[in-house]
């Protein structure tokens, strides 16, 4: 059995067990890794995320037979502390928000559905997943377009990547408390494999970009997490927005670094260095995703550094360990590829993009670096996959 088999075993006998028949339908969304354009999707830019072979799958079937024609019901397994919780929820009446996360999440998506004019059914679900959880690999939007397609597909409906995408974030937004743009959701819904997604977050046009044969995509997890995360990204939003606004545009994709430069004197510095972040990782999108087709590690080596350091000096998202790590990884890499914090930050991820052959190279980094760090970090290799799908199931 293969991870993904093992996954939709879990789901099927999840659903088996709290609901006693089996499911008819599964369906598969993925998380992403971002390689390069953060905290860009929310100022309107071009991203290039990734989507990996870690998912979250959905086991559907038909509502009870007996009372419940009109509920709506879910179970989840495997998602760390919401191990086997079950919630139901009544579609004739107006959703309210549930007492925990995945609840809110489950019922916000089915709302979001709504909002955008389509009709979702009484039906059941079984939810599994293994998309690290908290480690910046989005297995929020992996959940939520995993159930939005789901609940779509099994209501008849056949919604464009886009607006599971949309549906997704919307629930993410209003149900979950987090202002998050759109790049993750779209690369759960719409990624292809062995490609990143270049995504326009304005007109939410997407090119599929190759990634060279010769590359690796390791993603670094350093344990380390802020706490206040939400309210934290929430703010970096607001002081884009509220720069945006001194420009008197919409979003700071219509600034470019020299106009941001000349208006120096009248910013305050920290909304001024938030911006100079935003506006020069616009700039690292187009050599990263050419150096990603021809395999130009020493184009990803050096840009990457530039992206981490803008991260971390101008945006503030990074931690001093994790400075210390993507240090010690880019040295030892040399020319054989880049590394930077990936994600939302405060804590969590680095990824590297680097020939497959540097594996030892970043092995022997991550050693020196746990000899003495109080959490040790640790990779995994991830493989670039396609978005959301439904899944034939023998
Ligand atoms: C989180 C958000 C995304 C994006 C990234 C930063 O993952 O959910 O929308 O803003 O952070 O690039």
């Avoid at 309210?96 to 389509?118: I, M």
Wanted: contains cysteine; glycine residues 8%.
């Amino acid at each position: 059995m293969d991870r993904r088999d093992r996954l939709i075993a879990r789901a099927r006998q999840g659903y088996r067990l709290a609901y006693g028949v089996e499911p008819s339908r599964f369906f598969a969304a993925p998380g992403r890794v971002n390689l390069i354009g953060e905290h860009v999707d929310y100022n309107d830019g071009y991203v290039l995320p990734c989507a990996i072979d870690r998912e979250t799958i959905v086991a559907a079937g038909p509502p009870s037979p007996q009372t419940k024609e009109k509920l709506f019901e879910a179970v989840a397994l495997d998602m760390g502390e919401m191990a086997s919780a079950r919630d139901s929820f009544d579609l004739l009446a107006p959703i309210r928000p549930g007492d925990n996360n995945w609840q809110n999440h489950v019922r916000g998506v089915v709302q979001a559905l709504g909002r955008y004019g389509h009709k979702v059914r009484p039906m059941r679900i079984a939810i599994a997943g293994d998309v690290p959880i908290g480690a910046g690999l989005s297995s929020s939007a992996a959940f939520g377009v995993a159930v939005a397609l789901a609940c779509s597909d099994y209501s008849g409906l056949e919604l464009a990547p886009e607006m599971l995408a949309k549906v997704a974030q919307l629930a993410e937004n209003d149900f979950v408390g987090c202002a998050c743009g759109i790049m993750d959701q779209m690369a759960a819904a719409a990624s292809v494999a062995d490609h990143a997604l270049l995504l326009d977050c304005r007109s939410l046009e997407t090119l599929p970009v190759p990634i060279h044969k010769s590359l690796a995509i390791t993603v670094i997890d350093t344990g380390l997490r802020r706490s206040l995360t939400e309210s934290a990204f929430n703010q970096r939003r607001a002081e884009c927005e509220a720069v945006a606004q001194h420009f008197g545009v919409k979003a700071l994709r219509d600034v470019d670094y020299g106009r941001l430069l000349r208006a120096e004197p009248d910013l305050d510095h920290t909304l001024f260095r938030r911006a100079r972040h935003v506006v020069t990782e616009m700039e690292r999108i187009e050599p990263v995703g050419v150096a990603l087709a021809r395999g130009d590690t020493a184009q990803l080596a050096a840009v990457m550094r530039e992206a981490h350091l803008s991260l971390s000096d101008d945006f503030d998202v990074s931690l001093p360990p994790i400075d210390r790590l993507a240090q010690m990884i880019a040295e030892s890499l040399g020319d054989a590829g880049g590394v930077r914090l990936t994600g939302a930050g405060f804590g969590g991820c680095l990824v590297a993009v680097a020939r497959h052959d540097a594996g030892p190279a970043i092995d022997d980094a991550i050693a020196r670096y746990n000899a003495d760090a109080d959490l040790p970090a640790r990779a995994d290799l991830f493989r670039p996959a396609r978005g959301a799908a439904p899944i034939e199931v023998g």
